[in-house]
Structure formats: C-alpha cells, structure tokens
Antibody, heavy 125, light 107 residues
Framework: QVQLVQSGAEVKKPGSSVKVSCKSSGDIFRSYAISWVRQAPGQGLEWMGRIIPILGTASYAQNLQGRVTMTADKSTSTAYMELRSLRSEDTAVYYC??????????????????WGKGTTVIVSS | DIQMTQSPSSLSASVGDRVTITCRASQTISSYLNWYQQRPGEAPRVLIYGATNLQNGVPSRFSGSGSGTDFTLTISSLQPEDFAAYFCQQSFTAPYTFGQGTKLDIK
C-alpha cells in the first residue's frame, strides 16, 4: 500500500510562509486526490483543500483562499502545500492524505484512506 | 458550506458496551459520509465510507447507517483500542467539512 512521508516540523515567524511536502512511496498520480487537513492543538480536523494530481487542479477552503497553494510533482511523486502570511492561528499539525474512490450502489464515493504522520507547524514571534 | 454536527462531543463507556455516535448535516448529502477514528498522537484512519461501507481491515464491530442528513456510527462491543476520537466528514461537496468530533474515553 502507498505510504505518505511528510517533511519535518517547522517553526515560523508571523507573516512568513511554510511549505510542507508529502512524498508518496508509489505513483502519486494514481491517487484520486491528495487532501490536506490540519488540526490545531486540542481541536478537531479542518479540511484545507485538495489537489487532483492527474489534472493538476486544486480546490481550497474559502477561509484559506489566497493564502494557500497545493501542487503535485509527478517526477518525484511529491505533493506540496504552501501557506503564506502565517498567523498564530495557523499553529497546527498538518496532514496530507491520499483519497481513494470506489463505486458502491451506483454512486462514486471517495475518502481519505492513506494519511501521512503529520507535520507540526508552530507560528510564533 | 455544509455544517456537520456530531453528538455527543464526549462519551464515557466501558469495555463491552455498545455505543452510538450521531452526525447531522445541515443539508442533504445523500450517502456521502465518512467516519474516521483518531487515536492520541496518531493520524486519523477511515472506518466507514459512503455512510455504510466498512473499510478493509476495520473490525466488524464498527458499522454505519443513515442517509440524507442523519447518520450514526455504532460500535457493537467496545474494545480497549477503541477509546479514541471519532469524526464524521461529508464528501458531497467542497469544502469537505468534518464534524467537531466525539471523544470516547473509558468510564
């Protein structure tokens, strides 16, 4: 099964940017999509967006529009998530997850079935 | 955006108990509902997709039901490894929102 290996923890200043990588042990373009989910300390899961590698198209959560960019590099089977203009509220564990799709009862369902271990990003002055 | 509301937010139970967690969507999502389990310090893992379909490798004591706006996750007989947080997520339309989570701990 595909494994996702994420880059290491980061400490950033407010106003700076962070770029988190997510390397797949298999062909990342075989995934239906790569999603990014974050979790602030002691909080729930927040869907940030996803990229469909084979199309190169990405969609983002409205509250992150303009600050986030998700990309995928076929040559290295690596997905990236860049978040700009960092604020203290962006302190969180950032997960990448590969989505699978399956047909069941004549409908197409997709879900995040392989997750990276997470990357801690701390934003502090 | 579709809002997902889980209840309860926390739950105490004993090994062997049957527990049910509910998830309500703010609008109909057909059966586009996934359930995830997250143990402390770990990444989430999918338990149920499409509201009722058990992911490969997940024990059969887990089951999901519902469609439209109301969904449930049931654990038929709690095991020690089931004490964790559970999240529902809709995959009907972006943004693919999560519920706020249910923390299940030992009574």
């Amino acid at each position: 099964q595909v494994q996702l290996v994420q880059s290491g923890a980061e400490v950033k200043k407010p106003g700076s940017s962070v770029k988190v990588s997510c390397k797949s042990s298999g062909d990342i373009f075989r995934s239906y999509a790569i999603s990014w989910v974050r979790q602030a300390p002691g909080q729930g899961l927040e869907w940030m967006g996803r990229i469909i590698p084979i199309l190169g198209t990405a969609s983002y959560a409205q509250n992150l529009q303009g600050r986030v960019t998700m990309t995928a590099d076929k040559s290295t089977s690596t997905a990236y998530m860049e978040l700009r203009s960092l604020r203290s509220e962006d302190t969180a564990v950032y997960y990448c997850a590969s989505e699978s799709g399956i047909v069941a009862a004549a409908s197409f369902y997709y879900y995040m079935d392989v997750w990276g271990k997470g990357t801690t990003v701390i934003v502090s002055s | 955006d579709i809002q997902m509301t889980q209840s309860p937010s926390s739950l105490s139970a004993s090994v062997g108990d049957r527990v049910t967690i509910t998830c309500r969507a703010s609008q109909t999502i057909s059966s586009y509902l996934n359930w995830y389990q997250q143990r402390p310090g770990e990444a989430p893992r999918v338990l149920i997709y499409g509201a009722t379909n058990l992911q490969n490798g997940v024990p059969s004591r887990f089951s999901g039901s519902g469609s439209g706006t109301d969904f449930t996750l049931t654990i038929s007989s709690l095991q020690p490894e089931d004490f964790a947080a559970y999240f529902c997520q809709q995959s009907f339309t972006a943004p693919y929102t999560f519920g706020q989570g249910t923390k299940l701990d030992i009574k």
